[in-house]
């Protein structure tokens, strides 16, 4: 089969004939039909990033998180999954023909989404869901705050703050031509961080949960504007790896300061907060019209290029690789 390897110094991708994987028990064999790209995907060719998850089962120069396709093979003991079904899933190796994922990691792909789309949603949304519902304890009613609303999983994280029921749902981009976007998505406030402070520009107390995914000056920036006891969840770091920040503000509001990441994941986490999602998608997906924003759709063929696009700066939303 074909897969996306990443060869050579410096490292590149490219194409290469591997052997097809074999379906082992519990196990599914997906025909990949396409397979959404990630900030991680960059940093992993950079060796800045290694997986280490219950969901990353392949070489290490595999290619690709996230992919959506149809069911080729089941293995035994597997249930709920049939030849021929819609599905996708956070997996290692996803820009390949062929994949085989443990069965209690995939999340089936309704009939009225396109395949193209679904590929652009698993790691955005079981990130966000994990970080929204999960690490940051968030109920409706609450305020949220997504710095980095324009990345890849910073749109999932405002529709589903908006879906699950958020008062108020701010949103920070460095490009105000994006805020229109934002908007739709459901944000009710945008921040470009460029120009303003989020703590001046929103006064205190004004949020309750924030999904940060830009770390660096903006994460310090932001406590000025958590409202007693937020919880903050730090999730990426596009503006960098060190924050210079006021304990004497964390301690005295009680705020929560919480990292997560996929990296370290065993299998049981993984498939708990795969099934949670999987009860909460159809409504999601349905109802809240929860999608991901597509930037670009390339062939398989064009992977290189597909990577130049993940870094240029006016990007918007996931760049996705047809695969069949
Ligand atoms: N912890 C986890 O489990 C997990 C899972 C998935 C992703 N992540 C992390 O979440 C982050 C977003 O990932 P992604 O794949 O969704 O990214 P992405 O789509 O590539 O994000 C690109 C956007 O991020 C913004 N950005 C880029 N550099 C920035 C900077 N220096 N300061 C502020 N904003 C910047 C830009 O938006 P504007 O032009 O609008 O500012 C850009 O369009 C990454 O750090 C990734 O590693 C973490």
Known sequence: MRALLTTGTPPAWAVAEIAAPVVGAGQVLVEVASAGLNRADLLMREGAYVPSSADWNVALDRVGFEMAGRVRAVGDHVTGFAPGQYVMAQTGGACAELVAVDHRLLLPVPGFLDLVVAAGLPSALLTEYDALTGVARFRPGDRVLITGGTSGVG??????????????????????????????????????????????????????????????????????????????????????????????????????????????????????????????????????????????????????????????????????????
Do not use: W, Y
Request: net charge positive; with cysteine; aromatic share 2%.
């Open 155 to 324: 749109h999932i994280g405002v529709q589903l703050a908006r879906a699950l029921g958020a008062r108020t749902v701010f949103a920070t981009t460095r490009s105000m031509a994006k805020a229109g976007l934002l908007r739709e998505l459901g944000a009710t406030r945008v921040i470009n961080t460029d120009s303003e402070d989020i703590a001046r520009a929103l006064g205190p107390d004004a949020f309750d949960v924030c999904l940060d995914h830009v770390g660096g000056p903006v994460l310090a920036g932001l406590l000025g504007a958590a409202a007693p006891r937020a919880r903050i969840v730090q999730i990426g770091r596009l503006a960098g790896t060190h924050a210079h920040l006021d304990l004497e503000m964390l301690a005295s509001r009680r705020l929560q300061l919480i990292g997560t990441t996929f990296r370290g994941r065993e299998a049981d986490e993984l498939h708990v907060l795969t099934a949670r999602l999987g009860e909460a998608l159809p409504r999601l997906l349905r109802t809240c019209d929860v999608r991901p924003v597509v930037d670009s759709v390339l062939d398989f063929s064009e992977a290189e290029r597909a990577g130049r696009l993940l870094d240029r700066p006016g990007l918007t939303g996931k760049v996705i690789l047809r695969i069949a």
